[in-house]
């Protein structure tokens, strides 16, 4: 217990301090905006969003400040993802992969201004579930960390390819379990970690660092979207943002339910080591399938889907 005021007196001393520094609010903002550039660009990661700006600050500010800018700019490209991934239908980061799943769907309906104010809202609520649950449960959380193995996270692994069937219709189950077995496979490309022995590289020296994440996943949304694009006759319409961009709170309030359980998801998939806020996103998004009447919408413009992905990914954030 003394454990945990001492926790709720850190992070009140801390945010106390934060609220009464003037400077740190313009080091907040230029942080998040760019961050958010950098994760609305696709293939720019938020890691590498980080990595810039800690040559750009170096030894320039208070190393205090620097920390509130970089977390301002990774937190800030892993929403900005989700404008790509919405309006094109390209992933920003790995992040917002399972976003755009509904998200693109959902502006294609004409409601893209709608998606971007859900997709805010639920970065913010999902950002402040991780908060409170690092809060209350950081002791937990800790426990958790520590007690992954190779054999948790071996099996971590087979549920997300056991996922991936959940994520197709019922009829295509056995696509998705081929799907996921085939990203396995890419996975496994490259060196060993524990070794550093070559895997499937078959001597080209090219897939020592094997598949990254991002242009894969550009790959996987990106050509088959331009193909389709080239296949149409038609000069197609730019998607329009028209509407509200504030949420209904009529809407918020039904999807509550929805934002807390994926927040609660994201949490503890970010508790787990070697695993970050894409998964949290697809996991997220598989629960909130199977579980919600409405679930055979997702995929085709649910905001249930667009909330799951979204909430969860950013609350994965603060427990990493």
């Known amino acids: 217990m003394q454990f945990f005021f001492t926790q709720i007196e850190g992070f009140g001393l801390a945010f106390m301090a934060l609220i009464s520094d003037p400077i740190t609010y313009p080091y907040i903002i230029i942080s998040v905006f760019l961050g958010i550039v ?7 990661t938020a890691t590498l969003a980080v990595t810039i700006l800690t040559g750009f600050f170096g030894n320039k500010i208070p190393l205090d400040y620097a920390l509130i800018a970089l977390l301002g700019a990774y937190v800030g490209a892993i929403y900005g993802g989700s404008y790509p991934a919405i309006l094109l239908n390209i992933p ?5 992969a399972a976003t755009a799943m509904d998200g693109y769907p959902l502006a294609k309906q004409g409601r893209g201004a709608e998606a971007l104010g859900l997709t805010t809202t639920a970065s913010f609520i999902g950002t402040l579930i991780g908060t409170a649950a690092l ?12 007690s992954i193995a190779s054999p948790e996270k071996a099996l971590l692994a087979l549920f997300g390819i056991l996922l991936s069937g959940t994520l197709m219709s019922e009829d295509l189950v056995v696509k998705g379990w081929i799907a996921g077995l085939v990203g396995l496979a890419m996975a496994m490309v490259g060196l060993d970690p ?9 001597g080209w020296s090219y897939l020592l660092s094997g598949f990254q994440v991002v242009p894969v996943l550009m790959g996987a949304f990106a050509i088959p979207q331009i193909i389709d694009g080239l296949r149409q006759t038609q000069v197609s319409q730019a998607i329009a943002l028209t509407g509200r961009i504030l949420p209904n709170l009529r809407t918020m309030r039904r999807h509550m339910p929805t934002i807390a359980r994926s927040g609660i998801i994201g949490t503890g998939v970010g508790a787990l080591p070697g695993v970050g806020e894409d998964v949290a996103g697809w996991v997220s998004y598989g629960v909130g399938k199977s579980v919600s009447p ?9 905001v249930e889907g667009l909330l799951c992905s979204e909430t969860a ?8």
Not at 294 to 302: Q, R, T
Request: with cysteine; hydrophobic share 50%.
């Open 38 to 44: 950098f994760g609305a660009l696709p293939g720019l």
């Open 294 to 302: 409405d679930g055979a919408n997702f995929g085709k413009g649910s």
């Open 135 to 146: 809060l209350v449960f950081v002791w937990l959380l800790l426990m958790l960390s520590q």
């Open 194 to 202: 524990l070794l550093s022995e070559p895997r499937y590289t078959f």
């Open 313 to 320: 990914n950013n609350a994965c954030i603060v427990a990493r």
């Open 92 to 96: 920003g980061t790995a992040a917002s």
